[in-house]
């Protein structure tokens, strides 16, 4: 952060040190209000908290990427290629190619959008899939699939299940190890519909796959 600053700072607000530590204690004290669920990265003993782990970093991070946005957002456009889901910024995307904008305000998926998004990817995984180098390339293949499940939990998060399953099965595709994309195309788009074969079928094919996953 300190660097970033030193880059950036007469251009774009960055959180200096108090801030950093009031994303951590906003996130505590939305654990303890129950607004927040509890993860294994948190621990509270003796009043005392601790956090561990990548959840728990990458929660604290989200508040930050918040506090980012709250006073940049007029200023400056936003892009994202995530890495740990953060829900907050779900009302605000959209798809952009190969990663997600975030707008400044709130905004419709519109069909237009929508069909330019999976347009693009079906053109785009079927070019990669082409490629002998690509399916050789397993660093490349983790990398374009977990791009892909990013753009399918955004669907999911505006309920567009159709076109998350399409999505989660590109990413499948792509990498068909993947954990991401198989449990979430399970566990968001079947199970929560009550699709118990599909879910099942899905994470037994990764199960052989991946014999030793155990949380397959």
């Known amino acids: 952060m300190a660097v970033m600053r030193d880059l950036y700072g007469d251009r774009i607000w960055i959180p200096s040190q108090a801030e950093s530590a009031m994303a951590f204690q906003r996130y505590v004290e939305?654990?303890?209000?129950?607004?927040?669920?509890?993860?294994?990265?948190?621990?509270?003993?003796?009043?005392?908290?601790?956090?561990?782990?990548?959840?728990?970093?990458?929660?604290?991070?989200?508040?930050?990427?918040?506090?980012?946005?709250?006073?940049?957002?007029?200023?400056?456009?936003?892009?994202?290629?995530?890495?740990?889901?953060?829900?907050?910024?779900y009302p605000y995307l959209e798809p952009h190619g190969l990663i997600m904008k975030i707008n400044?305000?709130?905004v419709e998926l519109t069909n237009e959008t929508v069909r330019r998004d999976m347009d693009f990817w079906d053109w785009y995984t079927r070019r990669l899939l082409a490629?002998?180098?690509?399916?050789?390339?397993?660093?490349?293949?983790?990398?374009?699939?977990?791009?892909?499940?990013?753009?399918?939990?955004?669907?999911?998060?505006?309920?567009?299940?159709?076109?998350?399953?399409?999505?989660?099965?590109?990413?499948?595709?792509?990498?068909?190890?993947?954990?991401?994309?198989?449990?979430r195309l399970a566990q968001e788009v079947f199970l929560?519909?009550?699709?118990f074969a599909a879910a099942r079928a899905v994470i037994m094919q990764f199960s052989r796959e991946d014999s030793g996953n155990r949380q397959a």
């Not at 753009?151 to 190890?177: H, I, N, W």
Request: aromatic share 12%; charged share 30%.
């Open 104 to 106: 400044p305000a709130p």
């Open 131 to 183: 490629r002998r180098a690509f399916c050789r390339d397993i660093a490349a293949r983790k990398s374009f699939s977990k791009l892909r499940s990013a753009l399918a939990g955004l669907y999911t998060s505006r309920g567009r299940y159709a076109e998350a399953e399409e999505a989660f099965q590109e990413a499948r595709a792509l990498y068909p190890l993947s954990p991401e994309a198989n449990f």
């Open 30 to 89: 939305e654990v303890r209000a129950g607004e927040r669920s509890p993860n294994d990265d948190l621990k509270i003993e003796n009043g005392r908290v601790r956090v561990s782990g990548a959840l728990g970093v990458m929660v604290i991070n989200g508040i930050l990427c918040e506090f980012i946005f709250e006073h940049n957002r007029y200023k400056h456009p936003f892009y994202v290629e995530e890495s740990y889901v953060m829900r907050w910024t």
């Open 192 to 195: 929560s519909h009550g699709q």
